[in-house]
């Protein structure tokens, strides 16, 4: 069971892994202080998260704020460097084999050209095992054809690179259907992942897809 708390209130909300959270701020100003904090990457000053045992959640990478799922970078030059590093330590033995494996093929294939000429041709091969990642020139794959697809596809990258299990989203009603929600939501507690959504406007729709829900008022008090 996890705990989390907003700002300074005394209100928490217990959740399992898989769970939503909807969280509704009307006061504008308030919201964009919200939204300014999370991307100052300051969320020690907005949320505290905590798990079973009461250790913060904050002080290592397990969940993840997404700014604008309009712009969404799989292909991050820190994805590309985790994949990369993943494949290196998970593979090391089979690139270590191939990487000797080419490079006697190529020194095979010089002698042939050697035995061609009359000459003294000599080869500097320099050649690395980690040379054959760097020239697979791997990517993330990026095909999606709607935001819903899109924004699983993030999830579920960042999951398995990061060991992300808690995401921060906002507004998620402007792009997302009532019934794509339904879906997002349905698929995020299939992978066991938390998640929070900021909205600036409350609807009864959104209490049949969030377990949890917090109202901030105009006052700062808070609501449920």
Do not use: A, P
Request: net charge negative; with cysteine; proline share 0%.
């Amino acid at each position: 069971m996890n705990k989390l708390s907003v700002l300074n209130f005394d209100k928490k909300i217990s959740f399992d892994e898989g769970e939503s959270i909807l969280i509704v701020i009307e006061n504008k100003v308030f919201l964009r202080r919200i939204m300014n904090l999370l991307l100052s990457d300051n969320y020690t000053d907005l949320l505290y998260i905590y798990d079973d045992i009461h250790q913060c959640m904050m002080k290592n990478e397990k969940y993840d704020f997404l700014s604008d799922v309009n712009f969404i970078d799989l292909n991050s030059s820190k994805n590309k460097t985790l994949i990369l590093k993943q494949i290196k330590d998970i593979f090391s033995n089979e690139i270590k084999e191939s990487g000797l494996k080419i490079i006697s093929e190529i020194n095979e294939m010089f002698l042939k050209i050697q035995l061609g000429y009359d000459l003294d041709i000599e080869s500097d091969l320099s050649f690395k095992s980690e040379d054959i990642l760097k020239n697979m020139n791997i990517t993330l794959k990026e095909e999606h054809e709607t935001i819903i697809e899109s924004l699983l596809n993030y999830v579920k990258i960042n999951r398995e690179l990061k060991g992300v299990r808690f995401f921060i989203f906002h507004h998620l009603y402007l792009y997302l259907t009532q019934e794509e929600m339904s879906l997002f939501s349905s698929e995020m507690q299939k992978k066991d992942i938390s998640f929070i959504n900021f909205e600036s406007f409350q609807d009864e729709k959104m209490d049949q897809i969030f377990t949890h829900k917090m109202i901030l008022d105009e006052s700062l008090c808070t609501l449920i």
